[in-house]
């Protein structure tokens, strides 16, 4: 029999930042790559380094050791330091498809520099594994993964086809027992043997040819004896083969026949720890995330390609952004399993990337704006699809018809006259900074006349910016007057129309287009009915549906389907990873008091805010395994219903006071269910109601939901990414159904990983305490939407994420009051940017059936993710059933 090949790769798994600040794990690096670059250059024994599949730790070397690059570029080249192919090893589940998508770009882009990224989709530590990610990594150009989380046990190989939603299927070897399976090795040749030895008996069954192991673990620096080692082990016996080499090298000759199939996501916790806890821990970060991903994929980038000249499209600025949220993906990052300083510089990530993507956003609606032929406001639709629904938008002149327009607030005018000397004119003049004097308010001409009585100066103030305005020369004009007349009298005054916030419907808005503003007739207005006396529900209604809350229990009814958004908190003595209830756990499900007041009366929209009074237990006691204390905590939930809608729209929120404890809003299903559909990365996925798992990992069905969930004839859409759970199952244990969905809206502990938990004994981490992990004193909210009966999930989603939304025109321009600036039907959109010059746009087909893209009067090339042609396209494409595509549009005919 010949010897057993065991391919020795060396390499080291880092993560940016976890339980240090991501400058103290630098540091590490620094010596780290240092040493490895050294023992490349001096051992040729040492023949091969995995710096871990991600260009981060690269940049972030070469920023501290710039003049290391050429030696960087010449082993990367050679192919013996393996680079790339993704920026940062992100979570798959925490983060959007686009960011997955940009994330490997920006890795395969970086390692071209230095000579072309490594040929494997290297996913060692994530905590599971999207369904689609076979396709990515094909669309990418590469055949083979290396997976360890989430395999599940009907997977007995060490490698296995993994196949995506639509059939794009990649090799996945699997680390049966992680990357680390050869770190730490003793030098001595005989103990190596014998290691070898005893991890062939145990893995025996899974095993196909060769043994993979990975000589690295985490933040561990090279082992410079390596090369000697394994030429003494060699010399010792014949049963073993060993060699140094790299993951491409040992891909490049593993066995492919025979291999067991999988297809879809990865999420069991067989044989590795799942950490499912991070979807619900520090919930303010996945709002964060969610809020600059959409800032970039709905809104800038799309704006900006659209609305904007192709040469003043903000390509740099919008990098450095996707940078900023792309770093915040690695997934001790994005899953906030980290130490208070890590979380801390994620925010202000997330923060910096917002900013820039809402500043260039409203750039180019500006840009929009000017670009009307007629003026007043211009209703805008980030989507797609055309859409009618509500917009809310600032409108001068005198009030319309009040069955189509619903006003917000009114402001007759600024101050009308003013009358000053000189001095505070002057200084009231130096601290005025462009135009813009007020929120929603511009100055967009100014007149200036003098008498023997004094100086009048006449300000114009509109809605609209007016651009080009010469403000500086003015203030030098006002200036020289000033200082010719000291003691002049100035007499200011104001010209400006009565303004109004209104909320109205408009119909027909077209994908990806504008319409001037038109307030459409509403067929079906809302309204809102007081409570007619104590224990009387409060009514909104638009004879479409109507809602009706409860006034002792704080739920509402939907469409006569009741108990919906029920409050449950319970105890929580688990840490970032892991959920795990104390043994003796105290829930709380019903408000001690309940206050429900009409906000808005309608005719465009109503809405009611309930005031639900709680007594939760402070804290969790770990010696005693129970809570105890109190903590009085209002909970505010505030009830929205449109006129022409069925959906209604709902924010919760309190203020946590309380520590070691998880809330959780519960919804009976209209239908008993046996699955949940959620959003997840270019698609959704249909999970069970239970979940693999083991002794030292319990596994639970609390599964990520990106955008919206689906149980039962029940629909709740949302931004981000919530956890939920399908819960209060009843039925044969082989055939059980749910009752209700919970969604999570707080978990909160204060421990980075805990030792003795319920439902994970052994640690995940370091036992630290993490104080910002309670999240204590914070404002906890989640705005949702929740429809009942058929609705399209990803329609429903959009109305939250990307609501219709208006800018200020002048008119003068050359664009006519209705179009779409591009037209793309027959999927779901996923990004739409310019791409050097040409205009990119990403789909993707979350049917079983086989579509046709539609991109009227355009014509260019299908590519794959490295921009590499496919096929041409005129106007339309095939899309198969999951599938993703990108195309990239060529120029259209003058």
Same mark, same amino acid.
């Given at each position: 029999?010949?010897?057993?090949?065991?391919?020795?790769?060396?390499?080291?798994?880092?993560?940016?930042?976890?339980?240090?600040?991501?400058?103290?794990?630098?540091?590490?690096?620094?010596?780290?790559?240092?040493?490895?670059?050294?023992?490349?250059?001096?051992?040729?024994?040492?023949?091969?380094?995995?710096?871990?599949?991600?260009?981060?730790?690269?940049?972030?070397?070469?920023?501290?050791?710039?003049?290391?690059?050429?030696?960087?570029?010449?082993?990367?080249?050679?192919?013996?330091?393996?680079?790339?192919?993704?920026?940062?090893?992100?979570?798959?589940?925490?983060?959007?498809?686009?960011?997955?998508?940009?994330?490997?770009?920006?890795?395969?882009?970086?390692?071209?520099?230095?000579?072309?990224?490594?040929?494997?989709?290297?996913?060692? &530590?994530?905590?599971?594994?999207?369904?689609?990610?076979?396709?990515?990594?094909?669309?990418?150009?590469?055949?083979?993964?290396?997976?360890?989380?989430?395999?599940?046990?009907?997977?007995?190989?060490?490698?296995?086809?993994?196949?995506?939603?639509?059939?794009?299927?990649?090799?996945?070897?699997?680390?049966?027992?992680?990357?680390?399976?050869?770190?730490?090795?003793?030098?001595?040749?005989?103990?190596?043997?014998?290691?070898?030895?005893?991890?062939?008996?145990?893995?025996?069954?899974?095993?196909?040819?060769?043994?993979?192991?990975?000589?690295?673990?985490?933040?561990?620096?090279?082992?410079?004896?390596?090369?000697?080692?394994?030429?003494?082990?060699?010399?010792?016996?014949?049963?073993?083969?060993?060699?140094?080499?790299?993951?491409?090298?040992?891909?490049?000759?593993?066995?492919?026949?025979?291999?067991?199939?999988?297809?879809?996501?990865?999420?069991?916790?067989?044989?590795?720890?799942?950490?499912?806890?991070?979807?619900?821990?520090?919930? &303010?970060?996945?709002?964060?995330?969610?809020?600059?991903?959409?800032?970039?994929?709905?809104?800038?980038?799309?704006?900006?390609?659209?609305?904007?000249?192709?040469?003043?499209?903000?390509?740099?600025?919008?990098?450095?952004?996707?940078?900023?949220?792309?770093?915040?993906?690695?997934?001790?990052?994005?899953?906030?399993?980290?130490?208070?300083?890590?979380? &801390?510089?994620?925010?202000?990530?997330?923060?910096?990337?917002?900013?820039?993507?809402?500043?260039?956003?409203?750039?180019?609606?500006?840009?929009?704006?000017?670009?009307?032929?007629?003026?007043?406001?211009?209703?805008?639709?980030?989507?797609?699809?055309?859409?009618?629904?509500?917009?809310?938008?600032?409108?001068?002149?005198?009030?319309?018809?009040?069955?189509?327009?619903?006003?917000?607030?009114?402001?007759?005018?600024?101050?009308?006259?003013?009358?000053?000397?000189?001095?505070?004119?002057?200084?009231?003049?130096?601290?005025?900074?462009?135009?813009?004097?007020?929120?929603?308010?511009?100055?967009?001409?100014?007149?200036?006349?003098?008498?023997?009585?004094?100086?009048?100066?006449?300000?114009?103030?509109?809605?609209?910016?007016?651009?080009?305005?010469?403000?500086?020369?003015?203030? &030098?004009?006002?200036?020289?007057?000033?200082?010719?007349?000291?003691?002049?009298?100035?007499?200011?005054?104001?010209?400006?129309?009565?303004?109004?916030?209104?909320?109205?419907?408009?119909?027909?808005?077209?994908?990806?287009?504008?319409?001037?503003?038109?307030?459409?007739?509403?067929?079906?207005?809302?309204?809102?009915?007081?409570?007619?006396?104590?224990?009387?529900?409060?009514?909104?209604?638009?004879?479409?549906?109507?809602?009706?809350?409860?006034?002792?229990?704080?739920?509402?009814?939907?469409?006569?389907?009741?108990?919906?958004?029920?409050?449950?908190?319970?105890?929580?003595?688990?840490?970032?990873?892991?959920?795990?209830?104390?043994?003796?756990?105290?829930?709380?499900?019903?408000?001690?008091?309940?206050?429900?007041?009409?906000?808005?009366?309608?005719?465009?929209?109503?809405?009611?805010?309930?005031?639900?009074?709680?007594?939760?237990?402070?804290?969790?006691?770990?010696?005693?395994?129970?809570?105890?204390?109190?903590?009085?905590?209002?909970?505010?939930?505030?009830?929205?219903?449109?006129?022409?809608?069925?959906?209604?729209?709902?924010?919760?929120?309190?203020?946590?006071?309380?520590?070691?404890?998880?809330?959780?809003?519960?919804?009976?299903?209209?239908?008993?269910?046996?699955?949940?559909?959620?959003?997840?990365?270019?698609?959704?996925?249909?999970?069970?109601?239970?979940?693999?798992?083991?002794?030292?990992?319990?596994?639970?069905?609390?599964?990520?939901?990106?955008?919206?969930?689906?149980?039962?004839?029940?629909?709740?859409?949302?931004?981000?990414?919530?956890?939920?759970?399908?819960?209060?199952?009843?039925?044969?244990? =082989?055939?059980?159904?749910?009752?209700?969905?919970?969604?999570?809206?707080?978990?909160?502990?204060?421990?980075?990983?805990?030792?003795?938990?319920?439902?994970?004994?052994?640690?995940?981490?370091?036992?630290?305490?993490?104080?910002?992990?309670?999240?204590?004193?914070?404002?906890?909210?989640?705005?949702?939407?929740?429809?009942?009966?058929?609705?399209?999930?990803?329609?429903?989603?959009?109305?939250?994420?990307?609501?219709?939304?208006?800018?200020?025109?002048?008119?003068?321009?050359?664009?006519?009051?209705?179009?779409?600036?591009?037209?793309?039907?027959?999927?779901?959109?996923?990004?739409?940017?310019?791409?050097?010059?040409?205009?990119?746009?990403?789909?993707?087909?979350?049917?079983?059936? =086989?579509?046709?893209?539609?991109?009227?009067?355009?014509?260019?090339?299908?590519?794959?993710?490295?921009?590499?042609?496919?096929?041409?396209?005129?106007?339309?494409?095939?899309?198969?059933?999951?599938?993703?595509?990108?195309?990239?549009?060529?120029?259209?005919?003058?």
């Amino acid at each position: 029999m010949p010897p057993r090949t065991v391919a020795v790769v060396p390499h080291t798994h880092w993560d940016r930042e976890w339980y240090e600040p991501f400058e103290l794990f630098r540091l590490k690096l620094v010596d780290t790559l240092d040493a490895v670059l050294d023992l490349l250059d001096a051992d040729p024994s040492y023949g091969w380094f995995l710096p871990d599949g991600q260009m981060a730790a690269v940049d972030d070397y070469l920023e501290v050791r710039p003049e290391a690059a050429p030696r960087l570029r010449e082993l990367a080249a050679s192919g013996r330091l393996s680079v790339g192919p993704w920026y940062v090893l992100m979570d798959e589940f925490l983060v959007s498809g686009e960011t997955i998508v940009r994330n490997l770009q920006m890795g395969m882009d970086r390692a071209a520099s230095f000579g072309g990224p490594m040929e494997v989709g290297y996913l060692p &530590d994530m905590f599971g594994h999207i369904a689609q990610m076979p396709q990515i990594l094909s669309a990418a150009g590469m055949a083979h993964a290396v997976v360890w989380r989430g395999v599940p046990s009907a997977i007995d190989r060490s490698a296995f086809w993994w196949e995506a939603p639509d059939g794009s299927r990649v090799r996945a070897e699997y680390l049966t027992t992680g990357y680390s399976n050869a770190a730490d090795l003793p030098d001595d040749p005989a103990a190596l043997i014998q290691r070898v030895a005893a991890y062939e008996k145990d893995e025996a069954s899974y095993l196909l040819d060769g043994i993979l192991y990975m000589n690295g673990s985490d933040h561990l620096p090279p082992q410079p004896f390596l090369g000697r080692l394994v030429a003494q082990a060699n010399a010792l016996q014949d049963d073993y083969r060993f060699e140094v080499t790299s993951l491409p090298r040992y891909l490049a000759r593993a066995p492919v026949e025979g291999l067991p199939s999988w297809q879809g996501e990865l999420r069991s916790g067989f044989r590795a720890n799942l950490l499912m806890g991070v979807t619900s821990n520090r919930v &303010d970060v996945k709002r964060a995330a969610a809020a600059a991903e959409i800032a970039l994929e709905r809104r800038a980038e799309p704006y900006a390609a659209l609305f904007e000249p192709a040469d003043r499209y903000p390509e740099r600025l919008l990098e450095l952004a996707w940078r900023q949220v792309i770093r915040n993906a690695a997934h001790d990052s994005i899953c906030a399993c980290s130490v208070d300083p890590v979380v &801390d510089a994620v925010l202000e990530r997330f923060a910096e990337a917002t900013r820039v993507g809402d500043g260039l956003a409203e750039r180019a609606l500006s840009a929009l704006g000017r670009s009307m032929r007629s003026p007043g406001p211009v209703v805008v639709n980030p989507s797609a699809r055309r859409r009618s629904g509500t917009v809310e938008l600032v409108v001068s002149g005198e009030p319309a018809d009040a069955t189509a327009e619903q006003v917000l607030s009114s402001r007759a005018s600024l101050p009308g006259s003013l009358t000053l000397d000189t001095a505070t004119f002057s200084s009231i003049l130096g601290m005025l900074q462009g135009a813009r004097i007020a929120d929603d308010a511009w100055i967009q001409d100014v007149v200036v006349e003098e008498d023997d009585s004094g100086i009048d100066v006449i300000v114009a103030v509109g809605t609209e910016e007016v651009p080009g305005l010469p403000v500086d020369a003015l203030k &030098d004009n006002l200036f020289a007057r000033l200082s010719a007349r000291p003691d002049a009298e100035v007499r200011v005054r104001l010209d400006q129309p009565p303004l109004r916030r209104v909320l109205a419907r408009v119909h027909d808005v077209p994908g990806l287009g504008w319409a001037t503003y038109e307030p459409a007739r509403l067929d079906h207005p809302v309204t809102a009915r007081p409570a007619n006396g104590p224990g009387e529900p409060v009514v909104l209604t638009n004879g479409l549906v109507t809602v009706t809350i409860d006034p002792a229990r704080g739920t509402f009814a939907l469409g006569g389907h009741g108990g919906l958004g029920r409050l449950v908190d319970g105890g929580d003595l688990g840490d970032s990873y892991n959920y795990s209830p104390p043994n003796h756990d105290t829930v709380v499900a019903d408000p001690e008091a309940v206050r429900v007041e009409v906000v808005e009366h309608g005719p465009v929209r109503a809405s009611a805010r309930i005031s639900a009074d709680y007594r939760w237990p402070e804290r969790a006691d770990p010696a005693s395994s129970a809570r105890h204390g109190e903590q009085l905590v209002t909970v505010t939930t505030t009830i929205e219903l449109h006129a022409e809608e069925k959906a209604v729209r709902v924010t919760t929120g309190f203020v946590n006071p309380c520590r070691d404890h998880r809330v959780r809003l519960h919804f009976p299903l209209p239908e008993p269910a046996p699955t949940s559909t959620a959003g997840s990365a270019f698609g959704a996925v249909t999970r069970g109601l239970s979940a693999e798992g083991r002794p030292e990992e319990r596994g639970l069905p609390t599964f990520p939901a990106r955008e919206f969930v689906q149980a039962g004839g029940l629909t709740i859409a949302h931004c981000g990414v919530v956890e939920h759970e399908l819960i209060d199952l009843e039925g044969p244990p =082989e055939a059980p159904v749910a009752r209700t969905l919970a969604m999570t809206l707080l978990r909160a502990t204060g421990m980075l990983s805990r030792v003795g938990m319920a439902y994970r004994p052994v640690p995940a981490g370091p036992l630290t305490p993490v104080e910002g992990l309670q999240m204590l004193g914070q404002r906890i909210e989640l705005t949702y939407l929740v429809a009942v009966g058929p609705v399209d999930p990803w329609a429903l989603a959009d109305e939250l994420a990307i609501p219709l939304e208006s800018a200020p025109s002048l008119g003068g321009g050359w664009r006519p009051d209705r179009g779409s600036a591009l037209e793309v039907e027959g999927a779901r959109l996923s990004s739409l940017r310019r791409h050097h010059g040409l205009l990119e746009v990403r789909v993707f087909n979350p049917s079983p059936e =086989e579509t046709t893209v539609r991109l009227a009067g355009r014509s260019g090339w299908l590519v794959d993710l490295r921009g590499r042609p496919l096929e041409g396209f005129e106007e339309s494409f095939r899309l198969r059933p999951f599938g993703i595509a990108t195309a990239r549009l060529a120029e259209p005919h003058p």
